[in-house]
């Protein structure tokens, strides 16, 4: 997840996520904050194509900046309920 947008590893991947997308009534990709500021190499989709993204912590300021200029919303996931889950 980057300024380029989403990218996979794989061309092929990266045609299967963008049919997903296109199918789809709402985006939402879950990924971890280590996908912030990443790029790969097949570029699949613009920022201004995710409605959501929920992560386990919050990006850098230039990222939420992106993110809010592309109406990305963003959620953070409380780690304190993953683990009244697991219990």
């Given at each position: 997840i980057s300024a380029k947008g989403l990218t996979s590893l794989t061309?092929?991947?990266g045609r299967?996520?963008?049919?997903?997308?296109?199918q789809a009534e709402m985006t939402v990709i879950l990924a971890d904050h280590?996908?912030?500021?990443?790029e790969l190499f097949y570029k699949?989709?613009?920022l201004s194509?995710?409605?959501?993204i929920i992560t386990d912590r919050s990006p850098s300021p230039e990222m939420l900046e992106l993110l809010d200029q592309h109406e990305?919303?963003?959620w953070i996931a409380d780690q304190s309920f993953s683990k009244?889950?697991?219990l």
């Open positions: 061309v092929e991947e299967i996520k963008h049919k997903m997308m296109q280590s996908k912030f500021g990443r699949f989709a613009d194509e995710v409605d959501l990305v919303e963003l009244e889950l697991s």
